[in-house]
């Protein structure tokens, strides 16, 4: 069975960069799944971030972070990344990556998800 596993969140300044990886073992993601990105603060509920179809390309993203994260992916290893840029107080969340087999933001549709990997972001 396929797991996810996150790395990379931590804690940085407001203006710094982070990379998020989310790394898929225990099987193979199908070519024609969604990988996402959603984010979850406290206190709030879980929003989507950034989503991309795992043969490539169609990516889309919150109105939100539009210009400053980038959604990427590698086949080999089967790795998903989420190159953030210019962080804000407000991107200060739990991150999880999930896989799915919709093209949607709707996270009731993603079926597999990773543990979380925390990013803390201070002024």
């Known amino acids: 069975q396929v797991q996810l596993v996150e790395s990379g969140g931590g804690s940085v300044q407001d203006g710094d960069s982070l990379r998020l990886s989310c790394a898929a073992s225990g099987g193979r993601i199908l070519s024609s799944s969604i990988m996402a990105w959603f984010r979850q603060a406290a206190g709030k509920e879980r929003e989507f971030v950034a989503l991309?179809?795992?043969?490539?390309?169609?990516?889309i993203y919150a109105d939100s972070v539009k210009g400053r994260f980038t959604i990427s992916r590698d086949n080999t290893p089967n790795t998903m990344h989420l190159q953030m840029n210019n962080l804000k107080r407000e991107d200060a969340a739990v991150y999880y990556c999930?896989?799915?087999?919709?093209?949607?933001?709707?996270?009731?549709?993603?079926?597999?998800w990773g543990q979380g990997t925390q990013v803390t972001v201070a002024s």
């Open positions: 999930a896989v799915g087999s919709q093209y949607t933001t709707n996270q009731q549709a993603y079926k597999l």
């Open positions: 991309i179809r795992w043969r490539g390309g169609s990516e």
